[in-house]
């Protein structure tokens, strides 16, 4: 049969063997799965046979000069440079050796002074890996280099595009697909790949954690826990400044908001040093809450503060509110239940400078809402309404900060103007189809009123399958504040804006998932 050159299939002899190259929409069409496969990179090698496709003689390449041709005998040069040899299946301690194996991959060989000029062009076709130089020396002449080049994409002069091929021969660069027996070794090898290589076939593959500082956090699965040692030592291999991998062994549902862990690999220093929003912590992370994935979400509710404004942080932590707060001249009080909390808060309270303009307190959230808060409160609302500024209330504790609104019912015995209400920041799970409606309801009964239209609801981030975290925002209403209901009328101020149910937003950040 008769076919355009670009749809021939090409052969050459290579010993007893042959190797082809075929047309991908031919190849779905005549080759079986296995040599389907094989043809992914273009070649196939295989024992000549007689086929109805080919009746005649064989095709060659040997008038075809232009078509530099990389010679490949071994199959096995040819295999993915994403799969680490199969000997590493099923090992539980991790043996670096085991990943060594042979490839061949295609190379220009090109003067020495002229790799600068064409690695430019040639940047998208050169070899991308894990410790693998692009450019490496021509161990049979030092005038020359050899640029490795991507096998997927390059196995001979045809794969070059017209503007390559352009360049190439600008600088009268020998066309020829050369091969070239590189080593690879795990140091060439992503996380993702080794440990898809080692765990069963089929089985989900976690490369992904939570960064703190030096350490790794993970959650890893049940199938996944006797490989736990060799999966840490990757993560930590893979990850420049990772020293220790820990993984969780139970839920967060303890007072102080803390749970166990494992070392998998690294060192046992739990002691942290993070950077968000371009401040500085230290805590021990075995002891405290500490989630990266919120650093936007305090960021977020920070941007919404002014200088003036007070800020009570029911449940602080370390301090993620409450030193950003103090760093923008909000008056602050923290309060934290945990002492290893409370200690951190303090600690870096003076670390950034902020003691201060931050009161510190080491007591249940609510006691510290009907102590300190409430006494504190009672000064401010005369002085907000004068100065223009806000009050804002933060309670991050989605496991149960919703429960502690009640205490805010008939709080303060005195009235105070409409304008100085001060407006609470709730965090709250929700597993319902509909978490915003879900999170004001619950508000809503522990408020023991209605919140109409005066809130807004803000996704936080999504926890896990069906479970979401949620912050609703809204001013206390007089009613529920003060037990005194008559209001004082501040004529020189407006009232504060309604929020129309269309505007109650629901803001999706999935950056910190």
């Known amino acids: 049969m008769t076919l355009p050159l670009r749809r021939l299939v ?25 040599a389907k496969k094989l043809t992914r990179r273009e070649w196939y090698s295989f024992t000549p046979v007689k086929s109805q496709h080919f009746p005649g003689q064989w095709v060659s390449t040997d008038n ?10 071994n199959p096995e040069e040819v295999i993915d440079l994403d799969l ?9 301690q991790l043996n670096r050796d085991l990943f060594q194996k042979t490839v061949a991959l295609p190379a220009l060989k090109v003067r020495k002074e002229l790799i600068n000029k064409v690695m430019k062009p040639l940047r998208n076709v050169a070899i991308k890996r894990p410790g693998l130089k692009r450019v490496i020396e021509d161990s049979e002449d030092e005038i020359y280099r050899l640029i490795l080049l991507d096998p997927d994409k390059i196995s001979c002069l045809e794969s070059f595009g017209a503007s390559e091929r352009a360049v190439l021969k600008e600088y009268n660069v020998d066309l020829q697909v050369r091969k070239h027996n590189l080593i690879m070794t795990y140091e060439h090898f992503k996380s993702e790949e080794i440990l898809k290589a080692v765990l069963p076939v089929g089985q989900d593959v976690t490369t992904g954690f939570s960064r703190i500082g030096h350490i790794a956090h993970m959650n890893l699965r049940d199938h996944q826990l006797p490989y736990k040692h060799l999966i840490g030592q990757v993560i930590m291999d893979k990850n420049p400044g990772i020293t220790s991998v820990v993984n969780k062994l139970n839920i967060i549902d303890n007072t102080y ?47 919404l503060l002014k200088a003036g404004d007070v800020v009570y942080d029911v449940f602080a932590g370390v301090g993620p509110f409450a030193i950003p707060a103090a760093k923008k001249n909000c008056k602050v009080m923290a309060n934290d239940l945990n002492p290893e909390s409370y200690k951190w808060l303090v600690h870096n309270c003076k670390v950034n400078k902020v003691n201060e303009k931050v009161q510190t307190f080491n007591l249940d959230g609510r006691d510290f809402i009907m102590g300190p808060l409430k006494d504190d409160l009672a000064k401010q ?11 804002h209330i933060i309670m991050n504790l989605p ?53 109409e239209e005066h809130f807004s609801v803000h996704l936080v981030r999504n926890v896990a399958p069906n479970k979401e975290m949620m912050c609703i925002s809204f001013k206390i209403p007089v009613k529920v504040l003060c037990r005194n209901l008559m209001v004082k009328d501040n004529t020189e101020e407006p009232a504060p804006k309604r929020l129309r149910s269309e505007d109650a937003t629901v803001a999706v950040d999935y950056s910190d998932l």
Not at 10 to 34: D, H, I, Q, Y
Not at 84 to 92: H, I, K, L, S
Not at 401 to 406: P, T
């Open 381 to 391: 609302t005369e002085a907000i309404a004068l100065n223009r500024t806000s009050i």
């Open 64 to 73: 075809i000069p232009e078509l530099g041709m990389m010679s490949v005998q």
């Open 84 to 92: 680490p040899p199969a000997a590493v299946r099923g090992m539980t």
């Open 399 to 451: 496991g149960m900060a919703i429960e502690f609104l009640d205490a805010f019912r008939q709080l303060l015995e005195e009235p105070c103007t409409a304008n100085a209400l001060p407006t609470v920041h709730c965090y709250s799970f929700s597993k319902c189809d509909e978490p915003a409606k879900d999170v004001q309801r619950s508000a809503e009964h522990f408020l023991k009123t209605s919140l």
């Open 257 to 303: 908001r803390n749970f166990q862990m494992e070392i998998l690999a690294g060192e046992d220093n739990m002691i942290a040093t993070v950077k968000e929003n371009n401040i500085m912590y230290e805590f021990d992370f075995s002891k405290v809450y500490w989630n990266p994935r919120l650093s936007t979400e305090h960021g977020r509710i920070v941007d």
């Open 10 to 34: 090409l052969l050459r002899e290579v010993g007893m063997r042959f190797l082809v190259r075929f047309n991908k929409t031919w190849a779905n069409a005549v080759l079986s799965t296995p």
